[in-house]
């Protein structure tokens, strides 16, 4: 008797298995037909046409007709430039929003509110990466070091593409607070951070024992090549003899102040720079005047020397104006151009490669030193390296005694 009613308990639940398999059979049969007969399928058929226009408009009678939210027109032609853009697979080829247009003009410029650190895109870790804080800012003096990975601001995270819209979160009012999340190698770090307004780029200078000159200075910005000049004048009122030019940690800037620094230095007509475009038409950048400078140098770098430090050392190593001491630079051998569209929004888009008096490429190689040197694996931090543990500096007043 019991195992009849466990054969029949047996029978129903099969039975219940079933019906609920033929159902859901019947379903998706169902779901698949409606889905590849309905109307809504032809309507999205946008494959065959390539004009940006039309497919872009496709979409958007799409939206139109389907959307159940509202539709801000204004994000959506942005979101597409931005994403259009994007997809050129160019780290420094971006879109900048109208709104982010005169923040981002002023840091070319080099003033900004903010906690003073200068960025690049990480694609192989698809993270924005602190190319070097400036010197005696907030991001500086709270131990933010070059290399690391920022995960978020504000607790929103961040991807490598974002990184314009994290650097406008990064900024704001001056004496207001903001919250980075930091990856260290395998640490994560929290900062907070009080905005300041940032002293972009101070030049310093001064005399080192046997009559050497020292000059150090972040990046290249409005008006550097003259507080170049003006440091080294006043060292040279000091009885300088030679000099250490000393651009590790420069992320570059702009590229006319670099080639104005060379040419204090380079022989009048020297080459300093091949400006090559996609059609590999040349334009050539040449020192326009003799030269105010004529003592021996040595160039310091690492491999945080980029874009514009590398026309500079890359222009003086060639011409034979100076040594260079340390490690590889960065090797950012392209160039950009802003371009200001009618609606107020910005192109920053790569425009040109360079090379240097030699015609040597420098994108993705870097510029070799002609004594590489590096630091002790005591030192911690880069950016603040006691001279006694400083064998990269050490190295170049040997050299120059």
């Known amino acids: 008797m019991e195992e009849k009613r466990r054969f029949k308990v047996y029978k ?4 219940v298995l079933l019906v609920a398999f033929i159902t859901f059979l019947c379903t998706s049969i169902g779901m698949y037909q409606y889905l590849t007969n309905s109307k809504s399928q032809k309507d999205i058929n946008i494959s065959a046409d390539t004009n940006i226009n039309a497919v872009l408009n496709k979409y958007k009678a799409i939206i139109d007709k389907y959307y159940l939210g509202e539709v801000d027109e204004k994000k959506l032609k942005e979101g597409a430039i931005k994403g259009y853009i994007e997809a050129l697979g160019d780290p420094y080829t971006e879109y900048i929003s109208e709104e982010d247009m005169q923040d981002y003009l002023d840091d070319t410029m080099g003033n900004f509110v903010g906690i003073g650190i200068y960025m690049i895109k990480n694609t192989e870790a698809n993270k924005i990466q602190v190319l070097a804080p400036i010197k005696n800012s907030p991001a500086e003096k709270a131990g933010i070091l070059p290399g690391d990975l920022i995960i978020s601001v504000n607790d929103v ?7 314009s819209v994290a650097s406008t979160k990064i900024k704001g009012e001056e004496g207001t607070t903001v919250k980075l999340e930091i990856l260290r190698d395998t640490d994560t770090k929290t900062f907070e951070l009080k905005r300041e307004n940032i002293k972009v780029n101070p030049v310093e200078g001064k005399v080192l024992d046997n009559k050497i000159g020292y000059i150090e200075f972040s990046s290249f910005d409005e008006n550097t090549s003259e507080d170049f000049k003006a440091k080294f ?7 300088i003899k030679s000099l250490i030019i000393d651009l590790r940690n ?3 800037g702009i590229v006319d102040e670099a080639l104005k620094i060379a040419d204090y230095i380079a022989d009048k007509d020297s080459i300093l720079l091949y400006e090559v475009d996609k059609n590999n038409n040349e334009e050539i950048k040449k020192s326009q005047n003799d030269p105010i400078i004529d003592m021996p140098i040595v160039i310091l770098t690492n491999e945080n020397t980029a874009s514009s430090s590398e026309i500079l050392a890359g222009a003086l190593k060639d011409l034979g104006k100076a040594k260079i001491v340390g490690t590889k630079t960065f090797g950012k051998g392209v160039i950009q151009e802003v371009l200001t569209l009618t609606d107020g929004s910005g192109l920053k888009i790569t425009s040109e490669k360079y090379l240097t008096p030699n015609k040597t490429e420098i994108n993705k190689v870097g510029i070799e030193p002609n004594e590489k040197v590096e630091l002790p694996d005591t030192v911690k931090n880069i950016l603040n390296v006691e001279e006694k543990d400083d064998t990269q500096l ?3 007043i040997e050299m120059l005694k």
């Open 12 to 15: 129903i639940i099969m039975l």
């Open 157 to 163: 995270q961040y991807t490598a593409d974002e990184m």
């Open 233 to 239: 004048e006043e060292l040279q009122k000091q009885g």
């Open 250 to 252: 420069n992320g570059g």
């Open 394 to 396: 050490q190295k170049a």
